[in-house]
């Protein structure tokens, strides 16, 4: 039953060592709290992920139930894409990690409550401030946005199609 909880989570087991994810507050076995837990199995993370690659038409490249290395997974991903989309696509994903571990780092040393709309907002504005200072990758990927309408919370970015 153990092992079918966290793998609901998307954790996987390695090691049995308790410790707390501090932003879905789930106690897991799991060797330790690391980088690839919190970047592509944690759920809170999974759910940035897909919102975001969905807002930009690339939901195929999230992080799968099966993706429990964060280089693996961001290989795999940029392998799939080439030219501008790829450098905008490795941006992205560089802005989200760092948007999430900034995020974490609230949670844990100033008591933060895990809020997905705090990381979204975060999210959109730097995306914002990154195109218009010339992140030609990004600017090109939110250029092939199908419409403002089908990108739900992101359509406050005032960027796109």
Request: some cysteine; aromatic content about 12%; glycine content about 6%.
């Amino acid at each position: 039953m153990f092992g079918v909880t966290c793998l609901l989570f998307g954790c996987f087991l390695s090691a049995i060592m308790n410790f707390t994810c501090y932003i879905h507050h789930v106690s897991m076995a799991i060797m330790d709290e690391t980088i690839d837990h919190l970047l592509v199995c944690c759920v809170f993370t999974r759910q940035v992920w897909f919102r975001l690659l969905q807002s930009v038409g690339f939901l195929t490249l999230a992080p799968q139930p099966d993706d429990t290395s964060f280089d693996v997974w961001w290989e795999k991903a940029s392998v799939r894409v080439s030219g501008q989309v790829r450098n905008g696509l490795n941006s992205i994903i560089i802005l989200c990690a760092w948007s999430v571990w900034n995020h974490r780092n609230r949670c844990v040393f100033d008591g933060a409550p895990p809020d997905l709309n705090a990381v979204y907002n975060i999210i959109r504005e730097e995306l914002r401030l990154w195109s218009l200072a010339g992140a030609r990758g990004i600017t090109h990927l939110l250029a092939l946005m199908p419409s403002q309408e089908q990108l739900g919370p992101w359509s406050s970015l005032g960027l796109g199609a």
